[in-house]
Structures are given as structure tokens and as C-alpha cells.
Antibody, heavy 122, light 108 residues
Framework: QVTLKESGPVLVKPTETLTLTCTVS??????????VSWIRQPPGKALEWLAH???????SYSTSLKSRLTISKDTSKSQVVLTMTNMDPVDTATYYC??????????????WGQGTLVTVSS | SYVLTQPPSVSVAPGKTARITCGGN??????VHWYQQKPGQAPVLVIY???DRPSGIPERFSGSNSGNTATLTISRVEAGDEADYYC???????????FGGGTKLTVL
């Protein structure tokens, strides 16, 4: 079955760089019709779309966070990596990765990871 | 950038119909997806492409989209439907995904 699992630090300090890994199973990142999104949710607040990457390496980023985000994939490891630079306490959130079925950016996220809570504090 | 507006809360009695709206400029020209999120859990896709239901989602969940408003309709509401609901679109003009602010559905 399709699963996604986020991993990374629980706590980061302000100004540090966050690196999150999404490890997928049940589908291949080399499949021409698959993609993975990163989405975050501050405690008690709404979902916020961050970025996505497709198997052809096409990428898109949130315009408000574009300068701080980098998304990449390692097909051999079935992993998608998101880095966010210059972390701030307002970036404290649960970070989710989710599958996009199909190669169109407007497709829905049909499977989600459980999420990982990242706290930014000195 | 594109903005999606949802009411913060909707309340409905069990067995009645709940309607959750998602407003956006000419949203009828976009494809809307809806997610259900229960406390402490990841979101679950309940409606995609305006009105399609993933397998396993009850027929009580339906969607529509026209003009400046998309609507998620939940018929014969049950206590287990109590959750936060989010709409989502892809904004091709800014090349990014957009979520609404979410609506908390309370079953009275």
C-alpha cells in the first residue's frame, strides 16, 4: 500500500536550516505520473502549501517562501527532501508530505504522511 | 496571489445537511479539492476535481463549483463528520497551490 513518512529534527534554532525527508513506499518516484508535495500547518492554524516535485524533476514553490525553500528527490532511496533556510519561530509547524497522483500540478494529494512537528526555538 | 475564503465554522444537527463554502475569484474556472482533518490526524481527501469522491468516502459527501463559490455538501451528517475541512486549488497564474483557511464543522 501507499505510505509516506516524514523525518527530521524536532527542534531547530532560529537562523538554522531545516532539512526534512519524506520516504515513500508503494509507488515509485521514477514513475512518470507521480509527484510529492510538502505542506505545513502551524499549531491551531490552517494548511499552507510549500512546494512540490514531479518525477520529471519539475518543481514549484510557494512564492512567499521561494527564496528559502529547496525541494529535491533521490529516486534510488525513494525520498523527497525539503530544505528551508533561516528558520524563525513562526515556522513552527507540523510538516506533511503528500503524494500527487498524476503529472499535473492541479491534481489532488491523495495520500498523506502522518506529519512531523518542528519547533523553532533557541 | 489567489485567495480562498471559507467560513471559520459551520454547525449542524445530526441527520441534517451541512454546506461548507469556499470563495475565490472565478473559482468555477479552477478544479477544487476538499480535505477533512480530524484532531491530531493528517488531512484526508474527500472530494477532488469539484465533485469526484475517492473510494471509501461515503456518498453523503458531494461537491459543486460555479462562479465564485465552491461548496462541499455533507448529507445526513453524523457525529463522526465533525472535523476541519479545507478547500484547495492550483493557481496557475502564480504557479503555486493554495488552501482555504479551513472550516470547523460542529455536529450539535
Amino acid at each position: 500500500q501507499v505510505t509516506l513518512k516524514e523525518s527530521g529534527p524536532v527542534l531547530v534554532k532560529p537562523t538554522e536550516t531545516l532539512t526534512l525527508t519524506c520516504t515513500v513506499s508503494g509507488f515509485s518516484l521514477s514513475n512518470a505520473r507521480m509527484g510529492v508535495s510538502w505542506i505545513r500547518q502551524p499549531p491551531g492554524k490552517a494548511l499552507e502549501w510549500l512546494a512540490h516535485i514531479f518525477s520529471n524533476d519539475e518543481k514549484s514553490y510557494s512564492t512567499s517562501l521561494k527564496s528559502r525553500l529547496t525541494i529535491s528527490k533521490d529516486t534510488s532511496k525513494s525520498q523527497v527532501v525539503l530544505t528551508m533556510t533561516n528558520m524563525d519561530p513562526v515556522d513552527t509547524a507540523t510538516y506533511y508530505c503528500a503524494r500527487i497522483q498524476g503529472d499535473y500540478s492541479g491534481n489532488p494529494n491523495d495520500y498523506w504522511g502522518q506529519g512531523t512537528l518542528v519547533t523553532v526555538s533557541s | 496571489s489567489y485567495v480562498l475564503t471559507q467560513p471559520p465554522s459551520v454547525s449542524v444537527a445530526p441527520g441534517k445537511t451541512a454546506r461548507i463554502t469556499c470563495g475565490g475569484n472565478n473559482i468555477g474556472s479552477k478544479s477544487v479539492h476538499w480535505y477533512q482533518q480530524k484532531p491530531g490526524q493528517a488531512p484526508v481527501l474527500v472530494i477532488y476535481y469539484d465533485s469526484d469522491r475517492p473510494s471509501g468516502i461515503p456518498e453523503r459527501f458531494s461537491g459543486s463549483n460555479s462562479g465564485n463559490t465552491a461548496t462541499l455538501t455533507i448529507s445526513r451528517v453524523e457525529a463522526g463528520d465533525e472535523a476541519d475541512y479545507y478547500c484547495q486549488v492550483w493557481d496557475s497564474s502564480s504557479d503555486q497551490g493554495v488552501f482555504g483557511g479551513g472550516t470547523k464543522l460542529t455536529v450539535l
